[in-house]
């Protein structure tokens, strides 16, 4: 059974920080990770998407990593801002084939202080 | 584009009551997920669509959750009855298949 965790549960920083969360999965034979992000009463946004066959992406001051073979991803957050407070939800997309049924983390809460 | 929408946004009951939760995903996403988020957890897929037939509802407690997708578009989501611990936030996501999901505002429900 595909479980997904997040480490830390909560971060706080102050402002301008480079920083990075954490995720973990157990069971390497995944089609696709990505993060998303959720603001407090709002949905989830994708924010990186990283195919099984890919090591990283990119997106502004965002980069996700994959290391399918040891079951971790993190996701590096340059030069931290108060706007980027929110929950972060690590989701792996189990399988072969891409069947669109996502397993998330619990989620880490950030927390950028000015 | 508009986005997923659900309604409504907050709902107290009872429990033993029954409820009733509405998505209208994006126009021409044929794909449609409902998930529980309980607080402090990440979304749990109850049920995923494809047009109106059934994909995956292998988590879905199916003694008081039932979910349809009429017509392929507009989904609704049921309890019946309520347990205490079904508060929880229920998103809806739409996509094309196997793209990426677009999550709605969520419905935030409370079973006291």
Known sequence: KQEVTQIPAALSVPEGENLVLNCSFTDSAIYNLQWFRQDPGKGLTSLLLIQSSQREQTSGRLNASLDKSSGRSTLYIAASQPGDSATYLCAVSHGS???G???FGQGTTLQVKP | EAGVAQSPRYKII???Q???FWCNPISGHATLYW?????GQGPKLLIQFQNNGVVDDSQLPKDRFSAERLKGVDSTLKIQPAKLEDSAVYLCASSWWGETQYFGPG???LVL
């Open chain 1, 97 to 99: 084939s891409n069947t």
């Open chain 1, 101 to 103: 049924k996502l397993i």
């Open chain 2, 14 to 16: 009872e429990k033993r």
């Open chain 2, 18 to 20: 029954s409820v009733a």
């Open chain 2, 35 to 39: 998930y529980q988020q309980i607080l």
């Open chain 2, 107 to 109: 419905t935030r429900l």
